[in-house]
Every structure is written in structure tokens, then in C-alpha cells.
């Protein structure tokens, strides 16, 4: 599987960016995804997950009422709407793929597949 990042850029404070994560193969309806972070200097750390029916999702605290995680398996693309944007959203943005046919994850390692990123700039 391979995980292509879109959508990133500049936007200031208080603004909106929606992140796109388009997936090679027919297999992505039957992975979960999630979003991840990582600012500089800063360990990777989880943003949001989706099963892979959709049904059930998961936030950081950090994000929570702030960004919505959803999917689309027909056009085998996840997204990452960010509303309300902050200074400290500021990092580069991945998304990743779980195949484990389990609840979802926050952990790092339960997921196989990665995109390369997309970088967020929140400016004040």
C-alpha cells in the first residue's frame, strides 16, 4: 500500500485546512487509518484514527473538537478536516495504515504502512 499526503500549506491561526490521504490498492476499505504528527524537535505523536468501516473514531485531546477524521473507501481516500487552527498544529502531517483486524490504535507501531508527509504551518 502506498499513502500519498495533500493538502497541506500556510494558513493562519483560527483557520481551516482539510489533509487528503489517497491509497494505492484494493485493500485500503479494510484497514484502519490514522493521523500523525510530528513538530521539530518533537517526538511523532498520534492525531486521530478511523476504523476502517468508519464507525468508530478516536482524538487526541489536543485536537479534539477541532479536527474531524473521516474516510471515503470508495475513492480509497482518508481525510483530515482542521478547523480552528493553533500556533502549536504547526508540524508535518502522515498518514498510516493499520492492517491489524482489531479496534483502532493510537500506538505508532501498530501501523504498517506510512505516507511521506505533508507539512501544516499555522502563523499568527
Known amino acids: 500500500v502506498q499513502l500519498v499526503e495533500s493538502g497541506g500549506g500556510l494558513v493562519q491561526a483560527g483557520g481551516s485546512l482539510r489533509l487528503s490521504c489517497a491509497a494505492s490498492?484494493?485493500?485500503?476499505?479494510?484497514?484502519?487509518m490514522g493521523w500523525f504528527r510530528q513538530a521539530p524537535g518533537k517526538e511523532r505523536e498520534f492525531v486521530a484514527t478511523i476504523s476502517w468501516s468508519g464507525g468508530n473514531t478516536y482524538y487526541a485531546d489536543s485536537v479534539k473538537g477541532r479536527f474531524t477524521i473521516s474516510r471515503d473507501n470508495a475513492k480509497n481516500t482518508a481525510y483530515l478536516q482542521m478547523n480552528s487552527l493553533k500556533l502549536e498544529d504547526t508540524a508535518v502531517y502522515y498518514c498510516?495504515?493499520?492492517?491489524?483486524?482489531?479496534?483502532?490504535?493510537?500506538?505508532?507501531?501498530?501501523?504498517?504502512?506510512w505516507g511521506q508527509g505533508t507539512q501544516v504551518t499555522v502563523s499568527s
Open positions: 490498492g484494493r485493500t485500503f476499505s479494510s484497514y484502519g
Open positions: 498510516a495504515a493499520d492492517r491489524r483486524l482489531g479496534p483502532v490504535s493510537i500506538v505508532r507501531s501498530d501501523y504498517d504502512y
